[in-house]
């Protein structure tokens, strides 16, 4: 026991830890911006770049780690690259990890959710802001186990560096034995120190991943549960409603309880459903009046012969849409007759093959010739022409409050400053009913709401036109009527060009100037709202109409 405790705090082993930890070091650091490099040539859109990756990977994940370290200390210096026995170390180390780490960071990148960065994109943002707002913050999350699994594994390996005569822990130990015959408790106390390094990586991981957890109470909550755990008497200490005026008026039901929660019945601003609102809509004059005060305006939205196709499926044969500012049309049509394409490509979120789209007058992600234009010049003219769009999906980012959903961007695109971005987003939270949930994250929110958040992010940044596709088809019966009737406000208040992609028929007549029939990928019929739900003209509506009364 003696000789053990001596040989753990023997400075000559001791040494060797240090050399140990400086190859990992070394082969981690290397490895790690080597592996940004390979995940980023294998993200690529050019394909050489992707196959120069692979082949590297299939090549240094498929040899030994031995041979590489052998290769970096005795090989390299044939060819004028002379490096000491650490360096070489090193290099091999982080040759050899690079596709390990690249793979991880590949993984979890592609892993984040598709529609948020279509959101993100149709919010303006650049392809480097989504990476780095949207992207990196949820892929750094999920990838930390797998990178502390790569951490430990980098630490065995480095015992391979004895090939090339480093003085880390594993050789100085076969030394040690080596002369004083004393395997026994020189290897005890060198497992043990490597134990002690690989716990070490194992508790700065929990740690890491702790900080990183998005359901963590902010600290100061924590410190008022720890006083409270201390106080027991005192039920409501100092700390307990210390988080902002947001935290305040929380209220005490489960966060995703949309219908159960009685602060948001309290302070929702929105009229009931069938409101004056609706009301004046559907009657026919003043329909009338307002389609003649709509006919006046400029034009919004200009789609004049588009035409798209997926492989041999054309999906958009021919398609020609005006909408003027302030008019709303209802898109309707049966499932796969386009309507998500044709918004897709009004915000140039999709490519298409003929025709051409303007927005506001202006092109939106071609130059006047045609010709695309790169994903950053798209990302800036769609925020220039201001058009915003709600999906299906919600896609709120799922990593931020339901205030930085929406003030994030307007900081990262429209440049506000943190304060204006916080007040403009508050004051829309107010306005869609959920100021009291500023800062829950998406998860924690039922469908209605989470579909209020992306609505109030849409329409944030002021654009001229908003596009909606199918806002309330992923939602439950009972909450379709609360995301309506924000729809149905902003239509009438914020006089946007919106183009509303629904089978909510009902809605379509309440809310809608002007209604679309599409069917397999052209427009076969469009007129006043009351008149094609009413008398359709062409069979195909009145078949679908039919059949979406019936259901
Ligand atoms: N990325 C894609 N690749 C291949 N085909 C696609 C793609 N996106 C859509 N499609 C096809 O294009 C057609 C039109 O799809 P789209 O989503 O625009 O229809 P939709 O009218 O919005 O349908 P729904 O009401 O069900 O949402 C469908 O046949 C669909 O399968």
């Given at each position: 026991m003696d000789l053990f405790i001596h040989y753990l705090s023997m400075p000559y082993l001791l040494d060797g830890v240090g050399y140990t930890l400086l190859i990992t070091v070394l082969g981690l650091l290397g490895g790690l911006a080597m592996g940004v490099v390979l995940a980023w040539m294998q993200l690529s859109r050019f394909r050489a770049l992707a196959i120069i990756a692979r082949g590297y990977s299939i090549i240094f994940r498929g040899t030994p780690l031995i041979l590489q370290m052998v290769f970096c200390y005795n090989a390299l210096p044939l060819i004028g690259i002379k490096l000491t026995a650490i360096s070489a170390a090193g290099l091999a180390l982080a040759l050899n990890e690079a596709p390990f780490i690249a793979e991880i960071l590949r993984s979890n990148v592609i892993g984040v959710d598709r529609g948020q960065i279509s959101a993100g994109q149709a919010l303006g943002m650049t392809p480097a802001a989504i990476m780095r707002r949207v992207i990196a913050p949820q892929a750094i999350r999920s990838m930390v186990p797998a990178l502390g699994n790569e951490t430990v594994s980098a630490l065995k390996n480095s015992s391979l560096a004895s090939v090339v005569a480093v003085q880390e822990l594993t050789l100085r130990s076969t030394q040690l034995a080596s002369a004083t015959f004393d395997f026994f408790s020189i290897f005890f106390a060198s497992g043990l120190m490597y134990l002690v390094l690989t716990g070490a990586v194992a508790v700065i991981q929990i740690v890491v991943e702790m900080l990183l957890d998005l359901d963590r109470p902010p600290p100061r909550e924590q410190l008022s549960r720890f006083l409270r755990a201390l106080l027991p008497g005192r039920t409501e200490p100092a700390l307990a409603t210390a988080g902002g005026p947001m935290s305040?008026?929380?209220?005490?039901?489960?966060?995703?309880v949309a219908g159960a929660d009685p602060t948001e019945t309290a302070t929702d601003p929105l009229p009931p459903a069938s409101s004056k609102v609706a009301s004046q809509t559907a009657h026919g004059i003043d329909r009338a009046a307002r389609a003649q005060r709509l006919a006046g305006n400029v034009v919004a939205v200009e789609v004049r012969g588009l035409h798209k196709r997926y492989g041999a499926q054309t999906v958009l044969g021919g398609v020609d849409l005006t909408v003027r500012t302030g008019e709303v049309v209802a898109l309707l049509g049966p499932?796969?007759?386009g309507k998500s394409t044709l918004l897709r490509c009004i915000n140039r979120l999709e490519g298409w093959d003929e025709g051409s789209i303007r927005v506001g007058g202006q092109l939106l992600g071609t130059d006047e010739a045609g010709h695309a234009l790169s994903p950053r010049a798209t990302a800036q003219m769609r925020a220039s022409v201001g058009v915003g769009m709600v999906f299906q999906q919600f896609?709120?980012?799922?990593?931020?409050?339901a205030r930085e959903n929406i003030a994030g961007p307007l900081r990262w695109?429209?440049?506000?400053s943190r304060l204006d971005a916080d007040r403009r987003a508050q004051q829309l939270l107010e306005r869609v009913g959920l100021a009291h949930r500023a800062d829950a994250l998406p998860r924690h929110l039922s469908g209605g709401q989470q579909q209020r958040v992306a609505i109030a992010r849409a329409v944030a940044p002021g654009p001229s036109v908003l596009l909606l596709d199918e806002p309330t088809s992923a939602l439950d019966p009972e909450l379709v009527s609360e995301v309506l009737e924000v729809i149905q406000r902003l239509a009438v208040e914020e006089g946007l060009a919106m183009i509303i992609s629904t089978h909510q028929l009902r809605f379509a007549g309440d809310v809608a100037d002007r209604v679309v029939f599409l069917a397999g990928g052209s427009i076969v019929e469009e007129g006043p709202a009351d008149q094609v739900l009413n008398?359709?003209?062409?069979p195909l509506t009145a078949r679908f109409l039919s059949k979406m009364n019936a259901e």
């Open positions: 305040a008026p929380t209220p005490p039901t489960p966060p995703d499932s796969g007759s896609n709120l980012f799922g990593h931020l409050s695109v429209q440049g506000l008398t359709p003209r062409h």
